[in-house]
């Protein structure tokens, strides 16, 4: 079973999301888990209500630091926001295979509830497609820099 650690800066949102779906979609191949360099200490209440609406159980997600993972083996570390993919990682993440998956945050997106709501669904869609196209790939087949290639183009992927 492939580890994967799913970071952003405040570990409320679109980290959240990752670490759900991931679990959601990966059961039995992946064992996903999320991350903040600067963790807000709560979800996002947007982001858990987006999951809910999806099926997916959040009991027992937490906003967390990275500090937490330091003596958990990571396979892979996929930053989702654009300040986590600039700020240096922990020195315990050096040997993980990295890639970056740029995401708008819907937790900032102001206006109406249906503009909101659309938001995280555009979050949700994207990372889900991602997801799937990253469970396609025979991961358990290739070597570190082969996976961050591929993981760094399907991040560039939209719904």
């Not at 991350?35 to 906003?63: E, Q």
């Not at 922990?90 to 993980?96: A, E, F, Q, V």
């Not at 949700?124 to 070597?143: F, Q, S, T, V």
Request: hydrophobic content about 40%; charged content about 20%.
């Amino acid at each position: 079973m492939l580890n994967i650690l799913v970071i952003c800066t405040g570990n409320s949102c679109r980290s959240l999301i990752g670490e759900a779906l991931f679990n959601h979609l990966g059961k039995g191949r992946i064992k996903a888990y999320s991350a903040g360099s600067k963790p807000l200490g709560r979800l996002n209440a947007g982001a858990v209500a987006l999951l809910h609406r999806h099926g997916i159980d959040t009991t027992g997600y937490f906003s967390k630091s990275w500090d937490v993972f330091e003596n958990q083996a990571i396979d892979i570390a996929i930053t989702v926001c654009d300040n986590a993919a600039g700020e240096v990682c922990p020195l315990y993440l050096d040997s993980t295979t990295r890639a970056h998956w740029g995401l708008s945050d819907p937790g900032h997106v102001q206006g109406t509830p249906d503009v909101v709501e659309a938001a995280f669904e555009a979050t949700y869609r994207a990372m889900e497609l991602r997801i799937n196209n990253m469970l396609a790939l025979p991961l358990e087949e290739m070597d570190s820099a082969a996976i961050s290639a591929e993981l760094n183009a399907i991040g560039k992927l939209d719904s």
